[in-house]
């Protein structure tokens, strides 16, 4: 096939290396967990609310605002930004009280930002020279550096100001590496190699308390042993959900059998919960990942069936049927085709009522041409790849995006949330709006960037945009192809961070389900010093739960 499918690269990608969850900067004064705060639902704890109630009050909020790296570290995110007293704080402190602290404008800039707040730049230019340019003083605030760059990723189009602030600290921080310790250093470089907004690091597992200094000080006025101890409570709760998510998921998978009535296909369903997982981290949410993981698996069948089982002609079949979504004139169609469809056909119905029940409306509609786009994009890419066709960049990432799977993942997503309550809204999913193509593209160029350079993520048959791009610029170089892909990759996070500004039609957890699907490959091929990515240590917590 033509373009392999983002989504299944990411749930078979089994190297090594999982970013760290923990940052501790050495001497740099500041330990955090770069998650935010989303704490595994641990507001659930009347314990934990009884140690909130003081930062309840105006005063304490403005004392812990001097230390934002610690309250995200272990506040849930609705006690922490979305309080009003507190955003009120932030701003007040953004425009006022910190002005000259690049660290402080920095992360606060930032976390509204990452909250969907419309902050302008312009902040940033309190650290420009008369000449327009960046105070070359700043290149002894590491610290501050870090924070300006781990900023620039919350740009969107038009803003030169953090496209300016990119090159400047980058830069700034690759100068100071050598002046600084062997621990320091690692820290700035792996800011500088996983910035927050574009990678899982801030995925916190289940099981990071055992990584976190409580003996540092938070600086809130509570004993943070209690703290761990809440932590550790709710983890144990969430390990609890998630094996029963695995198991449920697990019996329905052997219940279909599938599993052996294609027997060339892949059988992970394990591997494939993980995407849920990570998209959807939300211990509340534990129907809407059963139901995700059922669309994924599909999404692999399909696939498979596309790629190894049906002739064109089938295929064509079976693609015709999917659009009508009629499984009463599939008889002429293999067996293993004919049961994979009704498979499809059933599940998805269920899902459907799942949601009607739920939130009121039946989305059978939006999910079955999401499926119908899916086959199609399948089928050109089997036509491609049976006439020897190489398309050009635009035609490839076209059908690409589609066949990424992110598309039908995406919208699953949006109804099982609730987001399609309302009808223009559900319209905007169907239309493959802004946010759903941004991350279409996202995942594709990714995997096709990186998965170029690893051989063990190709089946040998797939394509890539660098190979349409050097067959459509005959004297171009790999490097020229690889730099192009990585400027549309970079232009197209700005289009998905603007649309993750307030106003939006869409609910927090879409919005963050969404950037997290986006992280996904590219965190994938980040290494650590222990050469462990972080589905391996993913699935070896999946695997300490069974």
């Not at 590491?142 to 980058?170: Q, V, W």
């Amino acid at each position: 096939m033509a373009a392999q499918n983002t989504l299944l690269a990411i749930t078979s990608f089994t190297q090594k290396a999982i970013p760290q969850l923990l940052i501790k900067r050495g001497h740099l004064h500041t330990t955090i967990v770069r998650d935010h705060g989303h704490i595994w639902g641990i507001t659930s704890s009347d314990q934990l609310k009884s140690c909130y109630n003081p930062l309840k009050r105006n005063e304490s909020f403005c004392k812990c605002m001097s230390r934002p790296q610690q309250i995200e570290c272990i506040l849930p995110e609705d006690t922490v930004v979305k309080h009003a007293k507190l955003v009120d704080v932030v701003r007040e402190q953004l425009t006022n009280d910190i002005h000259d602290n690049l660290r402080q404008v920095s992360l606060y800039f930032r976390i509204l930002r990452q909250k969907g707040f419309q902050v302008s730049a312009d902040v940033f230019k309190l650290f420009k020279g008369k000449d327009g340019k960046f105070l070359e003083d700043l290149k002894d605030d590491i610290r501050g550096l870090m924070e300006l760059y781990e900023a620039s990723h919350l740009c969107i189009e038009g803003e030169n100001i953090l496209d300016e602030a990119a090159t400047f600290s980058s830069h700034m921080l690759q100068k100071e590496l050598n002046f600084l310790d062997d621990k320091e250093a690692k820290i700035v470089r792996y800011t500088l190699e996983n910035p927050h907004r574009r990678n899982l690091t801030c995925f916190s597992l289940p099981n990071s308390t055992k990584e976190i200094d409580f003996d540092f000080d938070f600086g809130f006025g509570f004993d943070s042993t209690i703290l761990k101890e809440l932590l550790e409570l709710e983890q144990t709760k969430v390990q609890s959900i998630h094996m029963m998510e695995i198991n449920e998921i697990l019996r329905w998978w052997k219940d279909l059998g599938l599993g052996q009535d294609l027997n060339l296909a892949r059988n992970q369903p394990l591997k494939w919960y993980v995407v849920p997982m990570v998209s959807l981290p939300n211990p509340n949410l534990s129907q809407q990942r059963i139901d995700l993981t059922k669309a994924l698996s599909f999404i692999y069948i399909m696939d498979d069936i596309f790629d190894i089982y049906g002739t064109l002609n089938e295929l064509t079949l079976l693609t015709e049927a999917v659009n009508r979504w009629d499984i009463s004139n599939i008889q002429h169609l293999p067996y293993y085709i004919k049961s994979s469809f009704r498979a499809l056909y059933d599940t998805t119905n269920e899902i459907a009522c799942r949601v009607s029940e739920k939130h009121g409306f039946n989305p059978i509609k939006s999910l079955q041409r999401a499926w119908g786009r899916l086959c199609e994009a399948f089928l050109m890419e089997a036509k491609w790849l049976s006439s020897g066709h190489i398309p050009n960049t635009e035609e490839y990432l076209k059908t690409g995006e589609v066949s990424s799977g992110v598309h039908v993942f995406l919208v699953h997503m949006f109804f099982l949330l609730g987001d399609g309550a309302i009808e223009e809204h559900a319209s905007l999913i169907d239309d493959n709006y802004n946010i759903v193509s941004s991350v279409s593209k996202i995942l594709r160029l990714s995997d096709d960037l990186e998965g170029e350079q690893d051989n063990q993520n190709q089946h040998g048959r797939d394509g890539s945009y660098v190979k349409c791009f050097l067959m459509e610029h005959e004297y171009s170089s790999t490097k020229i192809a690889r730099d192009y892909v990585i400027e549309i990759i970079s232009d197209t996070w700005k289009c998905l961070n603007k649309e993750c500004l307030s106003p939006n039609p869409f609910s927090d957890n879409f919005l963050k389900g969404a950037i997290n699907l986006a992280r996904l490959v590219p965190s994938m091929y980040r290494y650590n010093h222990n050469n462990n990515n972080s589905f391996d240590q993913i699935e070896e917590y999946i695997k300490s739960i069974l």
